[in-house]
């Protein structure tokens, strides 16, 4: 065949360097196992016990007011048929590992304490940590939340993860896997450059591998959704997670205190922008809090605030969000139940499809191995989390 240029050498070379680029920063779908949620606990009252403490409260919760698959039904709103079932791995999970991903909060959970005091809070933690640690009960994720440096707290932000990650290494040796510091209020992508630069400069002086400390940003302000691939770019390979801020996002969009909740079309927008920007890349999205919580002890109160969280979990399931928040020990209930449910709805088909897919046997029902992989994604998700047994899927996902 006659062509007019000689080469295109060049041109090759540069298609070969604009895919190995794009191969770096888009990774693909999060090889690691997703937590369903990330729980806050406040710096002061976190203990070594404070996990399997939630867990024993929210099994209580559970039991008293949900005695079988009715109630449950009633409880969370959810499909009937599914309900027995979803109670009692629901309280299996609760039993076992009632928290996947736990945040030690010295910010808005925390408050402004003066320096001794909130040191004092960061030897506690450590100590807490280590002796959950050693007593395998710390979280499969786990991590603190520092001071926002667009707060001015930018110096006891770095003071206070510092010291425990010092005190850490002194009193175990090591850094237990799993953990993440969450960056909160971001105004600007320099704030981010910079904490990400006080990250390695503290690698190498503590004798840590560049790049071990690992980072989630939370998006909580205009500026940081309006400039989120900044922001992606300032923490570059440290950026593990990235978490909507509701309150703070809606309440800087002028929203008034009746209108900020998880399911307001601002919330939407971020969450789209979230998406866009962080598809493929494996960073972990997580939805925001919720502060609905029952009045009392109550059947009737309970129900009504499982419900209504319920509902808003299955608000960010169905936006894609697989990963939420929660902060009160009786979202533990509503979280798994409304997770559960949702995936277990459909498990059967999905089973057979991937089955039927693997086999060579489809009948155009499957779209290609997007298709495929996407399932097993959401088969492993749920053998992860508990929604259902390993050895009921073991033969199709490894």
């Known amino acids: 065949m006659k062509l007019t240029l000689s080469s295109v050498d060049d041109l090759s070379a540069r298609v070969e360097e604009a895919r190995a680029e794009h191969d770096r920063r888009y990774r693909g779908r999060p090889d690691q196992r997703r937590p369903v949620h990330t729980l806050y606990v406040p710096a002061d009252r976190f203990t070594a016990t404070t996990p399997a403490d939630l867990g024993k409260e929210a099994l209580r919760l559970l039991e008293t007011h949900v005695a079988d698959g009715a109630s449950a039904a009633g409880a969370f709103g959810i499909d009937a048929t599914l309900a027995e079932t979803v109670r009692e791995r629901v ?181 789209h922008v979230m998406q866009v920007t962080l598809a493929g890349t494996g960073v972990r999205l997580s939805d925001g809090a919720t502060k609905i919580a029952p009045a009392g002890d109550g059947t009737k109160d309970v129900y009504k605030a499982w419900r209504l969280h319920a509902g808003l979990v299955r608000y960010s399931l169905l936006n894609g969000f697989q990963q939420g928040c929660d902060l009160h020990v009786a979202q533990l209930p509503s979280r798994y139940a409304a997770v559960y449910a949702s995936l277990l709805n459909g498990l059967d088909d999905a089973v057979e499809r991937l089955r039927a897919d693997r086999a060579g046997e489809t009948d155009g029902a499957f779209d290609g191995p997007g298709t495929s992989a996407a399932v097993t994604a959401r088969l492993r998700h749920a053998v992860d989390c508990g929604a259902i047994d390993r050895e009921d899927v073991s033969d199709l996902i490894g």
């Open 91 to 271: 309280a299996a999970k609760l039993a076992r590992e009632p928290v996947e991903d736990l945040r030690i909060d010295f910010e808005d959970g925390y408050g402004v304490r003066d320096d001794a005091e909130e040191d004092g809070h960061v030897a506690a933690a450590v100590e807490a940590v280590a002796q959950a640690y050693e007593a395998r009960s710390l979280p499969y994720y786990w991590g603190l939340r520092v001071k926002s440096f667009a707060d001015g707290g930018h110096r006891r932000a770095m003071r206070t993860l510092d010291g425990f990650l010092t005190g850490l290494a002194e009193r175990l040796g090591r850094l237990p896997g799993g953990f993440l510091v969450t960056f909160p209020k971001i105004v600007t992508p320099e704030h981010v450059r910079i904490f990400t630069d006080f990250l390695t400069r503290f690698e190498a002086e503590i004798g840590l591998p560049e790049g071990l400390l690992r980072l989630e940003v939370q998006i909580e302000t205009p500026q940081s959704v309006a400039r989120l691939p900044e922001i992606v770019a300032a923490a570059g390979d440290r950026l593990g997670a990235a978490q909507l801020g509701v309150y703070d996002y809606t309440a800087a969009c002028g929203l008034p205190p009746s209108e900020q909740r998880l399911d307001h079309p601002v919330c939407d927008h971020a969450r």
